[in-house]
């Protein structure tokens, strides 16, 4: 079941997050058979709920329908944390309005959004 849209308040953002254990951003983005999708608003960053998709990397490949089904997941997101992504993969993130962010490999999810949080330029 999606979550509501962050149109409905200017406040909320929705970003996903590709981690094995939901604590760490350890995945690569073609490997991940789950995002974990978070809720950032003027309380914290608070869990919303895990969103499954069939993985995109095919042993040295990607594959483009298996990405597109993707983007459609986390069409709501406006960001997604990665321990690593290609640059095609990146790309069509961005052409998808959803920034992909490598900056934080291993760094606990928290930390990592609320410092890129910081960081960004609205």
Not at 64 to 75: F, G, H, Q, T
């Amino acid at each position: 079941m999606a979550i509501e849209s962050p149109e409905s308040d200017p406040e909320t953002l929705y970003v996903a997050v590709a981690s094995t254990d939901g604590r760490v951003i350890d995945m690569h983005f073609g490997h991940a058979e789950a995002f974990r999708v978070y809720r950032v608003d003027a309380t914290g960053v608070h869990f919303q709920e895990s969103r499954e998709v069939a993985h995109y990397c095919q042993g040295g490949y990607g594959d483009d329908d298996k990405r597109e089904v993707i983007l459609r997941a986390l069409a709501d997101c406006s960001a997604l944390f990665v321990a690593r992504a290609g640059e095609g993969p990146k790309a069509r993130l961005r052409e998808a309005g959803i920034e992909p962010v490598d900056a934080y490999p291993f760094a606990l999810v928290e930390t990592a959004i609320l410092e890129w949080l910081g960081q960004r330029v609205v």
